[in-house]
């Protein structure tokens, strides 16, 4: 078997285009110095009251389609020039010819746009327009609950929101027509990804990085890591057979001695018995984290685990640095 990868698609930024009717919120066109429409123009959400869930996710709904079918188009314009160029095709020739080719498909920021989407439906979330229209902030009156602890509600949206692009996603087909392979681990996309999207319903601020594979959104989970596997364990893992990342941070103190050994132990024996893929561990102090953000030359022996990746904290750029220091420190 072989995974022929891909990008990850940014249900964040999807949700803003629903909103706005495919215009950017950032981006400009060079000939009318407006909004870029980038997608087919739709109709954006209107008015000033506060945003109906019912409308938001039908606009959701169709914007997903559409970026479905731009995602998958991608892919195979990459994956074609990849075998035109000799690399894939030339490794292919070591294989066995029954080797099987999976496409690869996945998304990033897919709690924060679950979390917005809670939010709209059970707070109040009313749309900020700068001077051109464009829906640029949100205020939010009331709470609502969030991915990554246990509730129902939030879980039941994260989980129907993924089951959505995988099925959107499989409707188009692949270069090769092979089997389809979701993912849910953007592999440190989410830092990127996160400075092209705006302020988002949920209350997660302008430009800042989105919450990694399939974790909470950052310091939304406020029930420990107990709540987050029980939430994760809800999504449709069946149709994800491309992986799932969640990532947890831990303080020193928890798996410290037999005691903590033994803590750490049956958290991961609940994990397997929940079936769910994939956890990878920070046990670091976040004060440990700052000091070697500020003092490079005293830390460069301190690995950090990123996104499906391990790395040296130090040689990490400034905004995943950021991103990992936002992440929830569970502590006892």
């Known amino acids: 078997d072989m995974q022929v990868f891909g990008a990850r698609a940014n249900l964040a930024k999807c949700l803003l285009y629903a909103i706005n009717g495919g215009k950017d919120e950032l981006l400009k066109d060079k000939k009318t110095g407006l909004p870029m429409?980038?997608?087919?123009?739709?109709?954006?959400?209107?008015?000033?009251?506060?945003?109906?869930?019912?409308?938001?996710?039908?606009?959701?709904?169709?914007?997903?389609?559409?970026?479905?079918?731009?995602?998958?188009?991608?892919?195979n314009t990459i994956h074609y020039m990849h075998d035109k160029y000799c690399y894939e095709a030339l490794e292919m020739a070591l294989h066995d010819t029954q080797v099987r080719?999976?496409?690869?498909?996945?998304?990033?920021?897919?709690s924060?746009?679950?979390?917005?989407?809670?939010?709209?439906?059970?707070?109040?979330?009313?749309?900020?327009?700068?001077?051109?229209?464009?829906?640029?902030?949100?205020?939010?009156?009331?709470?609502?609950?969030?991915?990554?602890?246990?509730?129902?509600?939030?879980?039941?949206?994260?989980?129907?929101?993924?089951?959505?692009?995988?099925?959107?996603?499989e409707s188009y087909k692949g270069m090769l027509g092979n089997k389809k392979l979701p993912a849910l681990y953007p592999v440190s996309s989410n830092v990127p990804q996160g400075m092209s999207v705006a302020a988002l319903p949920s209350g997660r601020r302008a430009?800042?990085?989105?919450?990694?594979?399939?974790?909470?959104?950052?310091?939304?989970?406020?029930?420990?890591?107990?709540?987050?596997?029980?939430?994760?364990?809800?999504?449709?893992?069946?149709?994800i057979d491309g992986g799932t990342l969640l990532n947890i941070k831990l303080t020193p103190a928890i798996v410290n001695g037999a005691e903590g050994k033994s803590r750490l132990s049956a958290f991961i024996k609940t994990f397997i018995d929940l079936n769910v893929f994939h956890v990878q561990f920070n046990v670091v102090n976040h004060t440990i984290l700052r000091k070697?953000?500020?003092?490079?030359?005293?830390?460069?022996?301190?690995?950090?685990?990123?996104?499906?990746?391990?790395?040296?904290?130090?040689?990490?750029?400034?905004?995943?640095?950021?991103?990992i220091l936002s992440r929830t420190a569970h502590e006892l």
């Open 292 to 323: 070697a953000q500020l003092n490079p030359e005293e830390y460069k022996s301190l690995l950090v685990r990123v996104a499906g990746y391990s790395a040296y904290f130090v040689e990490l750029s400034k905004e995943i640095q950021e991103d």
């Open 207 to 239: 430009w800042k990085p989105l919450a990694d594979g399939c974790s909470p959104s950052q310091g939304q989970d406020k029930l420990g890591p107990t709540a987050i596997i029980q939430s994760l364990s809800k999504l449709p893992h069946e149709c």
């Open 101 to 110: 080719r999976f496409f690869a498909t996945g998304v990033a920021g897919l």
């Open 112 to 169: 924060c746009a679950a979390d917005s989407l809670s939010a709209i439906k059970y707070a109040k979330v009313y749309p900020v327009r700068n001077a051109e229209g464009i829906v640029t902030d949100f205020r939010i009156e009331g709470d609502y609950p969030k991915y990554g602890n246990n509730d129902d509600r939030a879980d039941l949206i994260v989980s129907e929101l993924t089951a959505r692009i995988i099925e959107k996603a």
């Open 37 to 75: 429409q980038v997608s087919p123009e739709f109709a954006p959400v209107s008015g000033d009251g506060a945003l109906d869930y019912a409308e938001v996710l039908r606009k959701y709904e169709q914007m997903m389609t559409w970026l479905a079918g731009l995602y998958v188009n991608v892919l």
